[in-house]
T-cell receptor, first 111, second 112 residues
């Protein structure tokens, strides 16, 4: 069993839909990361959170430490949101640490 | 300032050859990570440097893989006697203190 599990693996949505991607983890973490990967490979960090909720534009990330679960929401989705979204965990107490990644969720938003 | 850069962007080699992949981290970032991503999978950890030393190399799959960071900035990932199973995108990331990692564009390695 992977330490970081994401669902769904693939998601197709109509433009304007509200999207939720889920992540559950089985290890103790210091922080949970949400990353975006566009075709061609470049990875961009969207959020790093250890509690509560963060919002940036149309993106919202939440985490429930007790349930070991995080969600990434996209409001008013747009075709340019099409990408792979990856959940990753930092597993040590503080500072720099290698990430443990989920397999990613491939999102396609259709106009 | 410049982000993380990786060279080459693409590398095609023959089975059994030696390859070197280079990563230039963001200036001042003390931590540098190498990850490998196979098609359809999330990245997997290979090795992590804090300064010049390898703080954790537990992800290196075998002794054909080796990485250095002699001056605490640029790092080189070296793969000896390449095999077809080594084909993947090799990603480098760097960070400083906060834990947020900044990724390079990756090197796509194809072993024929």
């Amino acid at each position: 069993k992977n330490e970081v599990e994401q669902s769904p693996q693939n998601l197709t949505a109509q433009e304007g839909e509200f999207i939720t991607i889920n992540c559950s983890y089985s290890v103790g973490i210091s922080a949970l990361h949400w990353l975006q990967q566009h075709p061609g490979g470049g990875i961009v960090s969207l959020f790093m959170l250890s509690s509560g909720k963060k919002k940036h534009g149309r993106l919202i990330a939440t985490i429930n430490i007790q349930e070991k679960h995080s969600s990434l929401h996209i409001t008013a989705s747009h075709p340019r949101d099409s990408a792979v979204y990856i959940c990753a965990a930092s597993t040590l107490e503080s500072g720099n640490t290698p990430l443990v990644f989920g397999k990613g969720t491939r999102l396609s938003v259709i106009a | 300032g410049a982000g993380v850069s990786q060279t080459p962007s693409n590398k095609v080699t023959e089975k059994g050859k030696y390859v070197e992949l280079r990563c230039d981290p963001i200036s001042g970032h003390t931590a540098l990570y190498w990850y490998r991503q196979s098609l359809g999978q999330g990245p997997e950890f290979l090795i992590y440097f804090q300064g010049t030393g390898a703080a954790d190399d537990s992800g290196l799959p075998n002794d054909r893989f080796f990485a250095v960071r002699p001056e605490g900035s640029v790092s080189t990932l070296k793969i000896q006697r390449t095999e077809r199973g080594d084909s993947a995108v090799y990603l480098c990331a760097s960070s400083f203190g906060s834990g947020e990692q900044f990724f390079g564009p990756g090197t796509r390695l194809t072993v024929l």
